[in-house]
C-alpha cells in the first residue's frame, strides 16, 4: 500500500511497464480548475521516450485519456483518474530477464518480497512509472497555479554546469536534448552520454530544482516539514541516492554567523531575506524564500556491458543488458523531478488551509 | 496534523519546549514485546542536555514515564504513552524572542503559518521535541530485535574522520562527548567545538548511520520506498539539510559499470553482494545488505554573537542570542538518527508482513 | 479526498455515471493471489442493470478489464486497477436536471459542496459507482480465502420474511428477482414492487449479512472497531439510513442478563456461543461467531409521480423523474452489501498480522 | 493503529481503566481558539462517574491537564495533550476477572487478539477510555463554534419518552439523573433503573442526538460520508449495537413519494426543507438541515446476577460481577455521543475548506 502520495491531494498511480497501460488517479483535486488532457500531455511529451538521440527508442507517444473527474473541462472535485497505454510493448525481449537478477536492479528485491515479479521491462520497478507521475503532476500545477517550479540539468557524471543566480526558463532548459541550460556544457555532457552509450555504459547525475513563487506558512511540523515531504518526493523517484536543500551538505562546513539568513525588507516593505542558505524553508515551513534543492541520480543501472550476476537458482551467469534504455536518465527526470515538486505543493497548500483558527 | 510518522507503527509526538512536558504515544506497536521505562531511559540518556562541557548547560534529566500500554512489563497491544516532564524551564530568558524572528529560526515561519507561536524556548520548533522521538524510538527498537542501529559524527565542519569500513561499536561512538569513534579526530573537533562557543559562533557537520541485520524485503513502492521513508524521517529531524544513501551525490561520478553492485553467494549460500553502492536498497526495498547513509546538519542557528533583524512590528534591531543552547547539534543528534532510522525499520516491518499472500 | 477506504487493502474508486466509465484501484492486495477477470465479472453481472423485470433498463453489460496489477493470473502484490467502460449513456435525457434540483437527491448538495456537478445520471452521486465496489470486493474474496459472505433482501416495505436460523445459499438467494429467499415472500414482494413502478413510486427495504468463518481477534480497538468500520462501510453505500449488528435496536429492550451470550465449548474443544446476540464481535473484535448485520434502505429517490421543487435559481418547478432507474435498489444492493463486506474483511486480516508481536 | 479518529482534526486516545490515567491527543486543531481546562472539565463533569444514585460508585473527579498544544489561553495549532489521571482504582477487585472471559465483555476477544490484557476494570475496554473522547469533544466544540449538538436518553429498555419536535435545551436534558428531558418518561426510567440494579441486572436503550447549525455541504463522498462517519464515530462507542439517520429503519416502510423532501424557502430566500427524512444529508453531503440520529445501547454486559462462563483454561465457572458499574450506561454515555458527533463536525468542516478550488 506504498503506491500513494499526498494526505489531501492524493495521487495513486498503477501500472506495469510492459502491461495494459499505466495511469493515476487523485483523489482530492478541489473542483472548477480547468483541465483538460492538453493540459497533461504538454508535461508528458518532455518525459516520453524516444526524443532524440540520448534517449531510449522505445516509441511511446504516451497519450493520455482522463477517464474521469472532470465535466466541460472543469474539474468536479471527484477522483480524477489518467490513463496511459503501453503502446510499443516488447514482451519477448525480456524473457532472459525474468531467470536472472540483473545486478543494482529491482529484480532481486521484488522476488524477495512479493514472491513473484512482471519481468517485462522491469514491470512496476521501470521508471515508466514516473510517467503517471507527471501527469499528476500537470494536474496539481492548475491547483498551485502561479508557481514556478524549474528543474534542470546541472551535472553529468563529473561534467557540472557552473552555478546561476537567475532561475533558467523552460525554453532555456529545453533548448538542449539534455536539459542544461547552460549550453557549452549541455553540449559537453551530450557528447560524453553519446560515448558512455557507445561504450555500453551509463552515468548519472545531480539536477537542481527551484520553486518561486511559494507564500510561507506551507509545511506541518514536526514530521511533515516541507523539506521532509519534499526528500521523500525526491528519494521516491527510481535512480535516485540523495537530496539537499538550501546549502545541503557544504553548508555543513559554515559556522552559524556565515549560515544565518538575516531578514531584510523589500520595496513594499515585505518580510526577505539576504541569503538563502535555508534553501527557502525555516523550521519545516516555507519561508516566502525561493525553495533550492538538488538531487542525486545514480548511473542508469542497464548497460550493455556485459556482466556477471546470478540467475533466480542462484547460479552464475554472464549477461549483458539487451532492452531500450536510456544511457543516463537526468534529461527525462527533469520534468519528474518538477511533477514531483508541484504534487507537495499541491498537497501542501491544500493543508495549509486548516492551519489558523480565525479562517474557518 | 504533521505530527505524526509511520504508518502502522505510529508515533505521535506532543509538547513545547517550555511547557508541562513533552511525551509520545505509539499506536500500532504489537503486544507481548518487554518493556520498561529503562528500556526507554537508556537512549534518553544519551540525547539529554548538560551531558558534557560541550552540550547545552540546560539541566534536564529527561526523566520519562510510561502512562499506558504496558502491564507487567509488557506491551498491551494498546497506545503507549510516554511523558517526559520539563523541569528546568527559564521562561523569563524568552522575553525578547517573542518580540522578534531570529535569523535562520522557525519564529517567522510560526507566526506566518499559525499567527502564533510560544517563545519560550522555541516552543514546539525546539529540538528538545527530538526527546519525544528518541522515546518512541527505544520502543521500535524493543521490535525491530536483533537490528544493529549504528550513528556517528562523521565530520564537524571541515574536521572529517576517514572512512571506515567496520561500523563503530556503541561504546566507540560514546568514547568522547563528539561521538565521534575516531578518536583523533574527535579531539580536534571538540576543540574546535569549544573555540566557536567561545567566539560566540556555531558548527554544523554529518552524521553517518548504517542499519545491520535487515532481510531483504522491506519498503513499499512506489512511493513509500524504504529511502524515501527514511529521508523523510531524517530530514523531519530539525536543523537538516541533506540525505544521501549508498553512493550519495558523490556515485553521481561513477559510471554505471562502476556503479552496479554485483550479487555474490555467502559461505552459507544466501545472496549478497560484492559492493554495496546501493546502501542496502534496491528499486525502493531492502536487499539485505548494510544499510548506510548520511545526514547534513546545518550550524546552529542560535549564536551569542550579535545579529541584525527584525521585530514583528518589522523594525531592525541587533540582538545576540542569550538561551542555553548547543554550539553544535551533532553529538546529541547521533541517538535521534537511531531513533528515526529504528521507527523506519519497525513500521517497515510491519508493513511489509502482508506483502505476500500465502503467508496470510 | 473520501473517496478510498480501508487502511491495508486500500480500494479507490473513480467515474461518474456518464463519463467514459468507471473503475477502482487496489493499492495493498497482497501478492500470489489467483485473480482473472472471470472472478470479477461473475459479482458484476449479480449488480449489473437490466437484469430482469423489476430493475432499470439501462443496458450496460458491466464488462471489466483488469488493467495492472495481474501477471499470469496471478497479483504481483502492486497496485489492481480494474476498469468497467461506460457504454449505454444517454446523457440527452439529463439536460431538465442540470437545472434543478432533484428532491432527495444529491445535487443540492453536490452544487454546495463543489459549485458543480455531472448532471448525466448523477454523476458521481449515481449508484452506478458501486460497481466498481464489487469489482473490489471480488478481489478482497480473494484475500479472505473460505468465508461465507452471504447477505439477501429480508424485507421490502412492510413485507418481510420470517427469521432464518441457517443462513441461506447463494443459489436460495438468487432464485428470485427480487433476491429474497424465502419464496413465498419474494413472490409478494416482487408483485409489490411491479406495483409500485407502475405507480410511479418507489420502495425501500432492509438487507441482513451474515459472515461465516471469520477467526476470532478482527477489529482494531477503539476507533477502528469491526462493526464500526461496517458501519462505515454500510452506510457509504447510496440510499442507506440504517445499520444495527446483532440483536441491533430490538435488542435495547432486553435486560443484561437476557442479553448476554454464555460461552461454550463445542465438540472440538473451541470456544463458541450458546447465543449470539452480539452478532460476532466482543469489544470491537471479532469473536469466532457469525457477523450478523442489517442495513436499511430508503425508498429510489427518483420516482416518475410529479413532485413539486426549486431550480438551481431557486424558482419553484414541478418535475418527474425520466431517466432509467430501479423502483427498489435492494436485489442489486445484495452484491454491493456482500462486497463491501469483504473488503473490511480483507482489511481486518491484513491489520490483523501485525497485532502480536511474537509472530513478527 | 486503530485509537485514531479523524483526517485533519485527529484525535488519538490512550489508557487503560486503572493504569496511570487516559488521555487523549489531537493534532490538526487550528490555532487561535481560545482553550482552557475548564472549557474541558465541564464536558467531563457531565461523564464523569459517582454523579448520582444511578451511576457507578467509583469516585473519579476526571480532572484533565492540558500538557500541550495551548499558550496564553489560546491553540497553538500544535498538538493539544489532555491527561486524565485514574485515582480510585482498586486493581484487587479484579483479580478473578484475570483468570476467565466474563460473558458479552472483550475479555476473551483482546485474549485472542493480542494474548494479553489488563484486567483492571477492563483496561483499554473499559468505557472509561471514552473520558478521553468527551475531553477531545469539548476541543472539537470550540472549533466549529455555535453549532447546537445535543444528545438525550429516548429510551431504556421498553420505556420511552414521546417524539418531540423541538430539540430539548441542555438544561431540559439535565434535568434529571437519566438524562431524558421528558420529565414524566425520565421518572419511570429512573425507578426501572434502580429495580435492575436491585436485581443485580442492567438495562440498554436508544440515545437521540441532533446537531443543528451546520452548513450544506460537509462529508466527502463516496466513502467519507457525513453519515458513514458519523455511523463509524458512533459503532465506536463501546456498548452500541446499531445507528441509524433520519428515516432509518422505519423509512424502509415509506414510499419514495412519502419520503422524498421537497425543497422550499425559508423567509429569507434560502434553500430549506418541508420535511427532514434525509436527517440531514443527501448524497452523504450534509444539506444545511438539522442532522438527526439515534444510536442503539445494549444493556451493560456487567451484571452481579450469577452467570456461567468458562475460564481461561476453557474450564466451567460460575460467576457474579463485583466491580463498581453502572446497571444503564445512556446517562454517562449522552456526553460521549455528543463528543463523538462534535469531532466529525470538527474534521468534516477542516476537510471541507478544500473543496472548492476557486477559494484556494
Known amino acids: 500500500m506504498g503506491n500513494q502520495f499526498g494526505h489531501l491531494f492524493r495521487v495513486v498511480t498503477f501500472g506495469e511497464s510492459h502491461g495494459v497501460g499505466i495511469g493515476c488517479v487523485i483523489d482530492g483535486c478541489p473542483s472548477l480548475l480547468p483541465l483538460c488532457e492538453a493540459d497533461i500531455q504538454k508535461d508528458l511529451d518532455r518525459r516520453k521516450p524516444g526524443q532524440n538521440a540520448i534517449t531510449t527508442q522505445r516509441a511511446e507517444s504516451d497519450t493520455c485519456k482522463i477517464l474521469s473527474g472532470v465535466y466541460r473541462g472543469k474539474t468536479l472535485g471527484t477522483p480524477i483518474c489518467i490513463f496511459i497505454p503501453n503502446a510499443d510493448a516488447r514482451s519477448g525481449d525480456y ?101 558512455a552509450r557507445s561504450e555500453g555504459d551509463s552515468l548519472g547525475g545531480v539536477i537542481h530544482c527551484r520553486i518561486e513563487g511559494l507564500p510561507a506558512g506551507l509545511g506541518e511540523p514536526v514530521f511533515d516539514r516541507f523539506e521532509a515531504e519534499l526528500a521523500k518526493a525526491m528519494l521516491s523517484i527510481p535512480a535516485t541516492k540523495g537530496f539537499e536543500i538550501g546549502s545541503g551538505f557544504a553548508g555543513t562546513c559554515m559556522t552559524g554567523s556565515q549560515h544565518n539568513d538575516p531578514f531584510c525588507l523589500d520595496e513594499n516593505g515585505g518580510v526577505c531575506f539576504v541569503k538563502n542558505h535555508a534553501g527557502g524553508v525555516l523550521g519545516g515551513i516555507t519561508s516566502g524564500a525561493t525553495v533550492d534543492f538538488r538531487v542525486a541520480f545514480k548511473p542508469t543501472p542497464t548497460i550493455s556491458k556485459e556482466q556477471h550476476t546470478l540467475t533466480i537458482t542462484k547460479e552464475s551467469v554472464s549477461f549483458s543488458g539487451k532492452g531500450r534504455h536510456d544511457p543516463c536518465v537526468l534529461p527525462r527526470a527533469v520534468p519528474v523531478v518538477e511533477a514531483m515538486a508541484a504534487i507537495v505543493c499541491a498537497d501542501m497548500t491544500l493543508r495549509n488551509l486548516s492551519a489558523k483558527g480565525k479562517e474557518i
Open 95 to 195: 524473457d532472459e530477464i525474468a531467470k536472472l537478477w540483473r545486478p543494482s536492479h529491482a529484480d532481486f528485491a521484488y522476488d524477495s518480497k512479493y514472491g513473484i515479479r512482471d519481468p517485462r521491462g522491469g514491470g512496476r520497478s521501470s521508471a515508466r512509472e514516473t510517467a503517471a507521475r507527471v501527469a499528476a503532476g500537470a494536474v496539481a500545477k492548475k491547483l498551485t497555479g502561479n508557481l514556478n517550479i524549474r528543474a534542470w540539468v546541472e551535472s553529468v557524471h563529473a561534467i557540472s554546469m557552473p552555478t546561476v543566480r537567475q532561475t533558467p526558463t523552460l525554453e532555456e532548459v529545453d533548448a538542449t536534448p539534455v536539459r542544461c541550460p547552460d549550453i557549452p556544457t549541455a553540449r559537453r555532457m551530450e557528447e560524453f552520454i553519446k560515448k
